[in-house]
């Protein structure tokens, strides 16, 4: 057992409205100002990443809440489904010299018990399913990652990715379509992952 002196912290939904608090008599600050200052770049790996987790939030109808910060898959639609989100791109925020192959990083992890606080002995894909999030769009001048249809989707299930992938740190996209992906745009997302989920098993 864990010791409860200090319980996990409950995470409340910020509007964005909330003001940094005594920062003297300068320029009043808001929450939403950070966000803008740290988040900003969407196209950017790290940014991209957490953006796409939030367009399959969407899809889903699991968007009204916050994301998790220590479970060991994505996503959890709301009849239960575990979802892991990965992206890639071609174009990329910074010079390139020519578009970005797509891969995808799929390693197998130790799965993180928070109350229990440790890991788990075994090294295994947790998720249900897996979607891999592709930006496609290849013109600089009209790239915009909020624009869904600049998306696409390839959506396979767990069990077939193991059999196919095994212990592989990354697959590129033509395996994984290869390996049976559902393709969809964001309105066929949901539908895809029930489908593939039903592959498992």
């Not at 770049?41 to 987790?53: C, Y």
């Not at 109808?61 to 489904?81: C, F, K, V």
Request: charged residues 20%; negative net charge.
């Amino acid at each position: 057992m864990t010791d409860s002196s200090y319980p996990a912290i409950s995470t409340q939904k910020k509007t964005g409205k909330e003001l940094f608090l005594n920062g003297g008599d300068g320029d009043n600050k808001a929450l939403y100002d950070f966000w803008a200052w740290a988040f900003s770049d969407l196209v950017g790996n790290t940014e991209r990443g957490k953006l796409a987790e939030y367009i399959v939030a969407m899809a889903i109808g699991a968007a009204d809440g916050i994301s998790g910060s220590w479970e060991s898959y994505d996503l959890r639609t709301p009849d239960g489904i575990r979802i892991e989100v990965k992206t890639s791109a071609y174009l990329q925020s910074w010079e390139q010299k020519g578009l970005s192959r797509i891969r995808f990083g799929i390693c197998p992890t130790h799965a993180w018990d928070s109350e229990e606080n440790i890991y788990a002995d075994s090294l295994q894909r947790q998720a249900d399913v897996y979607v891999f999030c592709v930006l496609k769009h290849r013109e600089q001048e009209t790239l915009n990652p909020l624009d869904l249809n600049q998306w696409e989707f390839y959506t396979l299930s767990t069990e077939v990715l193991n059999r196919g992938a095994n212990n592989q740190k990354t697959i590129s996209l033509s395996r994984v379509v290869s390996l049976g992906a559902s393709k969809s745009n964001f309105a066929g997302l949901s539908q895809a992952i029930h489908q593939q989920y039903g592959k498992n098993g």
